[in-house]
Protein backbone atom coordinates (compact mmCIF):
# COMPACT_ATOMS: atom_id res chain seq x y z
CA UNK A 1 0.00 0.00 0.00
CA UNK A 2 1.08 3.68 -0.39
CA UNK A 3 3.18 3.09 -3.23
CA UNK A 4 4.24 6.10 -5.40
CA UNK A 5 5.68 4.15 -8.29
CA UNK A 6 6.42 5.77 -11.50
CA UNK A 7 5.07 8.99 -10.08
CA UNK A 8 6.63 12.38 -10.45
CA UNK A 9 5.97 14.68 -7.42
CA UNK A 10 7.05 18.31 -6.94
CA UNK A 11 7.43 19.16 -3.37
CA UNK A 12 8.02 23.11 -2.28
CA UNK A 13 9.85 24.21 0.76
CA UNK A 14 11.27 20.71 0.76
CA UNK A 15 14.80 21.67 1.81
CA UNK A 16 13.92 21.33 5.52
CA UNK A 17 11.60 20.13 8.31
CA UNK A 18 7.88 19.18 6.91
CA UNK A 19 9.29 19.82 3.60
CA UNK A 20 12.21 17.66 3.53
CA UNK A 21 10.26 14.95 5.34
CA UNK A 22 7.90 14.48 2.85
CA UNK A 23 10.19 14.56 0.00
CA UNK A 24 12.52 11.34 1.91
CA UNK A 25 9.38 9.61 2.31
CA UNK A 26 7.88 9.98 -1.10
CA UNK A 27 11.35 9.01 -2.37
CA UNK A 28 11.45 6.10 -0.07
CA UNK A 29 8.10 5.21 -1.41
CA UNK A 30 9.11 5.36 -4.63
CA UNK A 31 8.47 8.64 -6.59
CA UNK A 32 11.04 10.98 -8.26
CA UNK A 33 10.98 14.25 -6.57
CA UNK A 34 11.46 17.36 -7.74
CA UNK A 35 12.94 19.28 -5.04
CA UNK A 36 12.14 22.67 -4.72
CA UNK A 37 13.67 25.21 -2.12
CA UNK A 38 14.71 29.48 -1.78
CA UNK A 39 17.63 27.79 -1.18
CA UNK A 40 19.33 25.55 -4.26
CA UNK A 41 21.58 24.21 -1.39
CA UNK A 42 18.90 23.48 1.06
CA UNK A 43 17.45 21.63 -2.17
CA UNK A 44 20.47 19.37 -2.78
CA UNK A 45 20.56 18.52 1.13
CA UNK A 46 17.66 17.14 0.72
CA UNK A 47 18.39 15.09 -2.36
CA UNK A 48 21.63 13.79 -1.45
CA UNK A 49 19.69 12.03 1.13
CA UNK A 50 17.43 10.84 -1.20
CA UNK A 51 20.19 9.47 -4.15
CA UNK A 52 22.08 8.17 -0.94
CA UNK A 53 19.00 5.70 0.18
CA UNK A 54 18.83 4.70 -3.29
CA UNK A 55 15.76 7.06 -4.77
CA UNK A 56 15.76 9.38 -7.66
CA UNK A 57 15.49 13.28 -7.20
CA UNK A 58 16.33 16.99 -8.38
CA UNK A 59 16.94 20.15 -6.71
CA UNK A 60 15.57 23.06 -8.10
CA UNK A 61 15.92 26.93 -6.52
CA UNK A 62 12.41 28.34 -6.56
CA UNK A 63 10.87 31.71 -5.20
CA UNK A 64 6.94 30.73 -5.68
CA UNK A 65 5.74 34.23 -5.22
CA UNK A 66 7.78 34.52 -8.16
CA UNK A 67 5.26 33.45 -11.22
CA UNK A 68 7.66 33.73 -14.12
CA UNK A 69 10.33 32.00 -12.00
CA UNK A 70 7.37 29.07 -11.35
CA UNK A 71 6.82 29.04 -15.05
CA UNK A 72 10.32 28.58 -15.82
CA UNK A 73 10.92 25.62 -13.40
CA UNK A 74 7.49 23.64 -14.14
CA UNK A 75 8.47 23.81 -17.85
CA UNK A 76 11.85 22.81 -17.00
CA UNK A 77 10.47 20.01 -15.09
CA UNK A 78 7.86 19.03 -17.93
CA UNK A 79 10.72 18.79 -19.98
CA UNK A 80 12.53 16.05 -17.86
CA UNK A 81 9.28 14.16 -16.90
CA UNK A 82 6.46 12.82 -18.83
CA UNK A 83 4.06 13.46 -16.02
CA UNK A 84 3.46 15.35 -13.18
CA UNK A 85 1.59 13.33 -10.76
CA UNK A 86 1.95 15.40 -6.94
CA UNK A 87 2.07 18.95 -6.23
CA UNK A 88 2.89 19.64 -2.45
CA UNK A 89 2.66 23.02 -1.82
CA UNK A 90 4.36 23.23 1.10
CA UNK A 91 6.50 26.24 0.68
CA UNK A 92 5.72 29.34 3.73
CA UNK A 93 6.78 31.81 5.99
CA UNK A 94 5.10 32.85 9.33
CA UNK A 95 4.81 36.04 11.20
CA UNK A 96 3.52 37.44 14.45
CA UNK A 97 2.00 40.13 15.37
CA UNK A 98 -1.98 41.71 15.62
CA UNK A 99 -3.96 44.17 13.21
CA UNK A 100 -2.14 46.18 15.08
CA UNK A 101 1.62 45.42 15.33
CA UNK A 102 1.50 44.21 11.74
CA UNK A 103 3.31 46.35 9.09
CA UNK A 104 1.85 46.60 5.93
CA UNK A 105 5.08 44.86 4.78
CA UNK A 106 4.76 41.88 6.67
CA UNK A 107 1.07 41.35 5.09
CA UNK A 108 2.61 42.04 1.47
CA UNK A 109 5.39 39.36 2.36
CA UNK A 110 2.99 37.36 3.77
CA UNK A 111 0.68 37.01 0.75
CA UNK A 112 3.61 36.75 -1.86
CA UNK A 113 4.61 33.54 -0.30
CA UNK A 114 1.41 31.62 1.40
CA UNK A 115 -1.16 32.55 -0.63
CA UNK A 116 1.12 34.25 -4.41
CA UNK A 117 2.78 31.08 -4.27
CA UNK A 118 0.17 28.43 -4.12
CA UNK A 119 -1.44 30.26 -6.58
CA UNK A 120 1.33 30.17 -8.82
CA UNK A 121 2.46 27.12 -8.73
CA UNK A 122 -0.84 24.87 -7.92
CA UNK A 123 -1.67 26.97 -11.62
CA UNK A 124 1.19 26.28 -13.13
CA UNK A 125 0.92 22.12 -12.02
CA UNK A 126 -2.87 22.02 -12.74
CA UNK A 127 -2.24 22.90 -16.43
CA UNK A 128 -0.30 19.87 -16.75
CA UNK A 129 -2.55 18.08 -14.62
CA UNK A 130 -5.61 19.14 -17.32
CA UNK A 131 -3.91 17.65 -20.22
CA UNK A 132 -2.96 14.53 -18.84
CA UNK A 133 -5.98 13.29 -17.34
CA UNK A 134 -5.69 13.91 -13.36
CA UNK A 135 -3.37 14.18 -10.41
CA UNK A 136 -3.27 15.69 -7.12
CA UNK A 137 -2.68 18.36 -5.11
CA UNK A 138 -2.06 18.88 -1.85
CA UNK A 139 -1.87 22.29 0.25
CA UNK A 140 -0.09 22.55 3.59
CA UNK A 141 -2.82 24.64 5.24
CA UNK A 142 -2.67 25.30 9.65
CA UNK A 143 -4.93 24.69 12.44
CA UNK A 144 -4.62 28.81 12.59
CA UNK A 145 -7.60 28.94 9.08
CA UNK A 146 -10.19 27.08 11.11
CA UNK A 147 -9.64 29.08 15.48
CA UNK A 148 -8.47 32.05 16.25
CA UNK A 149 -5.13 32.49 17.58
CA UNK A 150 -2.83 35.35 19.47
CA UNK A 151 -1.05 37.05 17.96
CA UNK A 152 -1.23 35.41 14.66
CA UNK A 153 -2.96 38.17 12.51
CA UNK A 154 -1.45 37.66 8.98
CA UNK A 155 -0.37 34.28 8.60
CA UNK A 156 -3.96 33.56 9.41
CA UNK A 157 -5.46 35.30 6.75
CA UNK A 158 -2.76 33.57 4.73
CA UNK A 159 -3.76 30.21 5.95
CA UNK A 160 -7.53 30.66 5.59
CA UNK A 161 -6.73 31.60 1.95
CA UNK A 162 -5.06 28.43 1.24
CA UNK A 163 -7.96 26.34 3.05
CA UNK A 164 -10.44 28.40 0.22
CA UNK A 165 -8.09 28.01 -2.61
CA UNK A 166 -7.97 23.95 -1.74
CA UNK A 167 -12.10 23.74 -1.85
CA UNK A 168 -12.04 25.74 -4.85
CA UNK A 169 -9.32 23.93 -6.92
CA UNK A 170 -10.65 20.16 -5.76
CA UNK A 171 -14.54 21.77 -6.81
CA UNK A 172 -13.67 23.22 -10.48
CA UNK A 173 -11.08 20.43 -11.62
CA UNK A 174 -13.00 17.27 -10.15
CA UNK A 175 -14.29 16.22 -13.52
CA UNK A 176 -10.93 16.28 -14.98
CA UNK A 177 -9.68 13.29 -12.18
CA UNK A 178 -7.60 16.10 -10.02
CA UNK A 179 -7.92 15.77 -6.23
CA UNK A 180 -6.70 18.80 -4.09
CA UNK A 181 -6.42 18.54 -0.47
CA UNK A 182 -4.98 20.14 2.45
CA UNK A 183 -3.38 19.33 5.56
CA UNK A 184 -3.63 21.81 8.80
CA UNK A 185 -1.24 20.89 11.77
CA UNK A 186 -0.94 22.47 15.00
CA UNK A 187 2.69 23.24 16.24
CA UNK A 188 5.64 21.14 14.40
CA UNK A 189 9.12 20.55 15.21
CA UNK A 190 11.12 21.98 12.91
CA UNK A 191 14.45 24.25 12.57
CA UNK A 192 11.59 27.04 12.44
CA UNK A 193 10.79 26.70 15.97
CA UNK A 194 14.31 26.12 17.20
CA UNK A 195 15.52 29.48 15.59
CA UNK A 196 12.36 31.22 17.02
CA UNK A 197 13.43 30.26 20.27
CA UNK A 198 16.85 30.97 20.82
CA UNK A 199 15.77 34.64 18.71
CA UNK A 200 12.84 34.91 20.80
CA UNK A 201 13.92 33.89 24.21
CA UNK A 202 17.75 33.21 24.34
CA UNK A 203 18.99 31.51 27.43
CA UNK A 204 15.12 30.24 27.86
CA UNK A 205 14.71 28.09 24.99
CA UNK A 206 14.19 24.38 27.31
CA UNK A 207 11.24 26.17 29.31
CA UNK A 208 9.72 27.90 26.23
CA UNK A 209 9.73 24.94 24.39
CA UNK A 210 8.02 22.78 26.77
CA UNK A 211 5.80 25.95 27.51
CA UNK A 212 4.88 25.82 23.10
CA UNK A 213 4.59 21.67 23.38
CA UNK A 214 2.18 21.68 26.31
CA UNK A 215 -0.12 24.18 24.56
CA UNK A 216 -1.34 20.97 22.68
CA UNK A 217 -3.46 18.75 24.87
CA UNK A 218 -1.68 15.72 23.53
CA UNK A 219 1.72 17.42 25.27
CA UNK A 220 4.06 17.86 22.52
CA UNK A 221 4.49 19.33 19.19
CA UNK A 222 3.99 17.11 15.78
CA UNK A 223 7.16 15.66 14.38
CA UNK A 224 7.54 16.42 10.81
CA UNK A 225 7.49 12.28 9.69
CA UNK A 226 3.93 12.15 11.41
CA UNK A 227 2.82 14.89 8.67
CA UNK A 228 4.60 13.27 5.96
CA UNK A 229 2.42 10.34 6.95
CA UNK A 230 -0.73 11.78 6.40
CA UNK A 231 0.79 13.65 3.22
CA UNK A 232 1.24 10.66 2.17
CA UNK A 233 -1.69 8.88 2.39
CA UNK A 234 -3.38 11.74 0.64
CA UNK A 235 -1.28 11.97 -2.49
CA UNK A 236 -1.09 7.69 -2.79
CA UNK A 237 -3.98 6.15 -4.79
CA UNK A 238 -5.60 4.63 -1.41
CA UNK A 239 -7.01 7.84 -1.30
CA UNK A 240 -8.64 8.18 -4.80
CA UNK A 241 -11.62 8.96 -2.87
CA UNK A 242 -10.69 11.86 -0.87
CA UNK A 243 -10.82 15.21 -2.44
CA UNK A 244 -11.97 18.94 -1.44
CA UNK A 245 -11.05 18.11 2.36
CA UNK A 246 -8.47 19.72 5.24
CA UNK A 247 -7.38 17.19 7.49
CA UNK A 248 -6.30 18.61 11.07
CA UNK A 249 -3.19 16.91 12.63
CA UNK A 250 -3.21 18.67 15.94
CA UNK A 251 -3.11 16.59 19.09
CA UNK A 252 -6.43 17.67 19.45
CA UNK A 253 -5.81 21.38 19.22
CA UNK A 254 -9.21 22.54 17.91
CA UNK A 255 -11.44 20.00 19.30
CA UNK A 256 -10.07 19.04 22.69
CA UNK A 257 -9.23 22.36 24.60
Do not use: W
Amino acid sequence: MFTLSQKTAVITGAGSGIGQAIALLFAKQGAHVEVLDLKLEAAQVTVDQIITAGGSARAGALDVGDQAAVKSVFADISAHRLKLDILVNNAGIAHIGNVLTTEEADMDRLYRVNIKGVYNCAQAAIERMVAQGGGVVLNMCSIAAQMGLADRFSYSMTKGAVLMMTYSIAKDFIKQGIRCNCIAPARVHTPFVDGYLAATYPGREAEMFQKLSEAQPIGRMAKPDEIAALALYLCSDEASFVTGSSYPIDGGAVNLR
